[in-house]
Structures are given as structure tokens and as C-alpha cells.
């Protein structure tokens, strides 16, 4: 089922990456760093904790695939995957998506802590 508002229902406004059955990969459009891929199951699930186990599978194998790509296009030195889970939890639009955050050494002075101290977004967040 579709949110006829939720944007992430819709076809992505950026480049789609790769896809299953249940999920799809696609370009952040306010990307934290060059290569930031969001992916997200296709049936409207807000939460991390409302799709299902097939759902979650099929965003896994798509992580993976995703790394395939960014590692041949971009050739990061490392990553952050993440999800963030209600308002709280830093979620800003109420349809699950996976964050795949390449991160590249020297794109921050001390990494560590992760995404905690991230650099300034390459495109402003609106």
C-alpha cells in the first residue's frame, strides 16, 4: 500500500540505483556526502520497526549491492549505514529509508563518534 503524499511512495526524484521485489536504492537528494544513497521498501512503512522481516531482508541485499557501486564509483574509505526512527530519532520523513553514508578519508579531521560530527552537508538541508 501507498501513501499518496509520501514522498518516498513516489518515483524517486533521483537516480535509482538498484532494486528487488520489495525495496529500491536511490541518490539522497540532500546527501551529507558525495555518493549518500537512501533505500527504502516500496510498500509505505513509517518506522524501521513497521516493515517486515521480507522487507528488511530485501533492503539488506540491497545494501550490499549499493556498496558494490559506490565502492566502483566513488571508491570510499569506509561507511555509515543508519536509520533514524521517529521524530525523536531524528526522522524527518515518516517512511522508512536506510541511510549508506560513503565516508572518505580526510572528510572530517577525527572520524571517530561517526556521524556525530559529519561535515557540513554538501547541499543544504531544507
Do not use: W
Not at 520489495?22 to 533505500?39: C, S, T
Request: include cysteine; proline fraction near 6%; charged fraction near 30%.
Amino acid at each position: 500500500m501507498k501513501d499518496e503524499e509520501c514522498i518516498f511512495c513516489k518515483e524517486p526524484e533521483t537516480e535509482l540505483l538498484c532494486e528487488n521485489e520489495l525495496a529500491r536504492a536511490f541518490i539522497d537528494k540532500f546527501p551529507v556526502n558525495e555518493g549518500h544513497v537512501l533505500i527504502t521498501p516500496k510498500r509505505h512503512a513509517v518506522t524501521y520497526f513497521d516493515a517486515t522481516k521480507e522487507e528488511l531482508a530485501a533492503i539488506n541485499e540491497l545494501i550490499f549491492k549499493v556498496k558494490e557501486v559506490l565502492d566502483e564509483r566513488y571508491s570510499p574509505d569506509g561507511y555509515n549505514i543508519g536509520v533514524n526512527v521517529n521524530y525523536a530519532g531524528g526522522q524527518t520523513i515518516f517512511h522508512l529509508h536506510v541511510h549508506v553514508i560513503p565516508r572518505y578519508d580526510g572528510d572530517m579531521d577525527d572520524p571517530r563518534g561517526g556521524i556525530r560530527n559529519i561535515k557540513p552537508n554538501l547541499v543544504p538541508y531544507i
